[in-house]
């Protein structure tokens, strides 16, 4: 495979930084608030043009401009809701891990088949990412900005992974395709295109087993809507008070429930032991005579401990199975390091005590219907939601406060997350949340029903149950495997051509004459 031009000093090289940014710009634009996800692969064909134009040595600087204009655009809802030292600290972390996918971009570049190495080294960093360092930060994988796309039909498929790689592929041999026009280049770049066709014609499909009524209360948060602890009893009490009146309405319509979903943190306080949130939640389960799905902080086995659990209400005052969160954000739930870093800053003292992560409960049943939950930052992670429908799973739910980001873009982005994931499962997930965003949204990524934020508010919906798990499901473990594997194949091609590339350059030795 040849090679592309170098770039002219001085100004080539601003050209590849300003590359870089416009790159990472458009693909933190290609997420909500904006969602324009067609930008994502046009981010891709940027860096990737960028990268393979710059030398080694400028990859991790280029890498650095993208990674750091993406981050800060796409999580600039923390300057609005946490502040700045969280913004940097994060930024910086996600930049170093982008920094050294974009190293790994470039070293790739000149392999055979260099876009396909490309995309699978891309995806394995997202994972990366979404796991390391402190549990990962899962915002802004190339497959999230898919549910507005024509490739949202991907997802079902292939999974948010899955649709990452393909998207990041179309966007790196669009770049390659820039600059020669191989039949290597253009079959890579026929491959996403032609499995998005394939699949928008035959979109994938499960059993669908009958249908239930579902409702969810969103109780809304005093003030401006971001201290939910300072206003715990009076959120409780707009819970309760929605739930009895939309009881009312609905003896008033003749229907009925077999479930009502409450947020996260619907209770600030251990709802067993606190007297008045456990009669507040009794009444509610008792008006609306169906099981409730409270969240709330329940006490954990010492003074400085909690868990943050989904806690399955049912009218005659008893309690029938819960879901843990089982990603807890650091520094927001817990404190890592509590005894070194734990006086730094005063925000800390408002956590005085660390959440313990839930070990992969659920689905929860439901009078016979398994229902899987997942607790806000849950949702963006690939195993909570997914191990539960591999369980038997015919339904989701997302229990979410996002009060302390109410008016920032950070609950849009998370709906967006919930979208795909919907897709991704083949099943409909009804979120529930404080004071926004809750919905309703169909298994193809859809939303069907929509609450106006920052207002009590109640949904309900007839929902499809539904059976069979989708080929991103079923495969979700070797498609994991393989991404690894050819992002490996591919480094190792590239070491290997560099050692082959050595040898040659290395001087013949003369020996000495007799």
Known sequence: MGQAAPPAPGRGVLTLVLLSVVAGALAAL??????????????????????????????????????????????????????????????????????????????VGRVPLAPLWGAA?????????????????????????????????LLPYAGVSGTGFLTALAGFALAELYTRRTAIEITLASVPVLAVGATAVSPYQVSIDGTTVVGAVQGGVPGDGTDLVAHHRQVTRNHLEATVELAARLRAEGGELSLLIWPENATAVDPIRDTTARESIQRAAAAIDAPVLVGGIVDGPDELSAYNRGILWLPDGSRAGTYTKTHLVPFGEYIPWRSVVGTWFARFEQIPRDMLPGRGEGPIDVDGILVADAICFDVAYEDVLADQ???????AVVQTSNATFFGTSQPEQQFEITRARAAELARTIVVASTNGVSGVVDADGSVRERAPTGITATLVAEVELRSGLTPAVRFQAARSAATFGAASLGLLATGLRWMRQRRRMRPATLSNPA
């Open 30 to 107: 290609a997420f909500e608030p904006v969602g324009i996800g067609w930008l994502a692969p046009l981010a891709m064909a940027l860096i990737w043009a960028s990268l393979q134009r710059g030398s080694h040595r400028s990859a991790s600087f280029l890498g650095l401009c993208f990674g750091a204009t993406f981050s800060a655009i796409l999580l600039w809802w923390l300057v609005e809701s946490v502040g700045w030292v969280a913004w940097i600290a994060l930024c910086a972390a996600v930049t170093a891990i982008l920094t050294a996918a974009a190293v790994g971009l470039r070293a």
């Open 389 to 395: 429908v591999r369980r038997g799973a015919s339904l």
């Open 121 to 153: 080294v891309w995806v394995s960093v997202e994972a990366l990412r979404a796991s390391w360092p402190l549990g990962g930060m899962p915002w802004g994988q190339l497959g999230f900005a898919a549910v507005d796309t024509p490739w949202k039909s």
